[in-house]
Nanobody, 124 residues
Framework: QVQLVESGGGLVQAGGSLRLSCAAS????????MGWFRQAPGKQREFVAA????????YYADSVKGRFTISRDNAKNTVALQMNSLKTEDTAVYYC?????????????????WGQGTQVTVSS
C-alpha cells in the first residue's frame, strides 16, 4: 500500500506560479513511477505530467509543456509539480498518483494509488 497526500494548491492570478507537492508513505517510494493528473469541473480527469522511478525520464501533456516541471526526491518520498505561467484553463483539482509500471504513464489505468487531490484555481 502507498498513501499519497497532496499539498500546495490554492488561488493564484493568471501568469502566476504554484508548487504542488505529494508526500508518499508506505512501500518503497523509488519502486513507483509518479504522475500528476487533473480534473476540471464537468470534465474528465486528464494527464498532466509523469516521472519514472529515479527521475530519468519525464513526460508532459502538450497543454503544460514548457510551463510545468515534475520532479521527485526519493530520499524524502516526495514528488513535486512546479507550475509557472498559469492560465485560467489550468483550474482543476490536481491528483498525485503512483504506479509500479514504467510505461503508459500518460494514462490513468496503470496507476494503483491516488491521492485525494488539491484544488488549484487560477483567476483572470
Amino acid at each position: 500500500q502507498v498513501q499519497l497526500v497532496e499539498s500546495g494548491g490554492g488561488l493564484v492570478q493568471a501568469g502566476g506560479s504554484l508548487r504542488l507537492s505529494c508526500a508518499a508513505s508506505g512501500r518503497s517510494f523509488s519502486d513507483y513511477a509518479m504522475g500528476w493528473f487533473r480534473q476540471a469541473p464537468g470534465k474528465q480527469r486528464e494527464f498532466v505530467a509523469a516521472i519514472t522511478w529515479i527521475g530519468e525520464r519525464t513526460y508532459y501533456a502538450d497543454s503544460v509543456k514548457g510551463r510545468f516541471t515534475i520532479s521527485r526526491d526519493n530520499a524524502k518520498n516526495t514528488v513535486a509539480l512546479q507550475m509557472n505561467s498559469l492560465k485560467t484553463e489550468d483550474t482543476a483539482v490536481y491528483y498525485c498518483a503512483a504506479t509500479p509500471k514504467s510505461s503508459a504513464l500518460q494514462y490513468a489505468w496503470p496507476y494503483s494509488y491516488w491521492g485525494q487531490g488539491t484544488q488549484v484555481t487560477v483567476s483572470s
